[in-house]
C-alpha cells in the first residue's frame, strides 16, 4: 500500500520492512536487531505476544500487572510463558492491582 506509506511518511513516521518467522509472524529478532537498536523497548500484549517474546530469547525482564477482574476470557501467567522459567524479582501492590516483576531464568 505505497498511497499509505506516502501518508505515514508525511506524518513524520517512519516505515520499514521486516521479514516473517515460520509461522508468519514478524521476526522479533530483525526488530530488535535491525530497527530497535540500542533500546529498551516496552511491549504490551496478551498471551501470544509475550509467548513470542519469551520463546525467542529476547527477554531480560517481565513486569506484570494483574487486576482483580479479567478482560474477555483472561490468560492467567501460567499458561502464558513459553516453558520459560522465571524468577520473581519483587512484587508490590497499588490499590487493588498487584506489579510483579520476574525475569527468566537460566
Known amino acids: 500500500m505505497p498511497y499509505l506509506d506516502a501518508e505515514l511518511d508525511e506524518a513524520g513516521a517512519e516505515v520499514a520492512s521486516c521479514p516473517v518467522d515460520g509461522v508468519g509472524r514478524l521476526s522479533l529478532a530483525h526488530v530488535l536487531d535491525e530497527i530497535v537498536v540500542g533500546q529498551s ?41 513459553a516453558g520459560v522459567k522465571l524468577e520473581q524479582l519483587a512484587s508490590k501492590q497499588f490499590g487493588e492491582d498487584t506489579v510483579t516483576v520476574l525475569r527468566p531464568s537460566p
Open 41 to 81: 523497548v516496552m511491549v504490551e500484549g496478551g498471551a501470544a505476544v509475550i509467548n513470542s517474546f519469551l520463546s525467542s530469547g529476547l527477554v531480560d525482564l517481565v513486569v506484570v500487572t494483574t487486576a482483580p477482574f479479567n478482560v474477555g476470557e483472561g490468560v492467567s501467567v501460567e499458561q502464558s510463558v
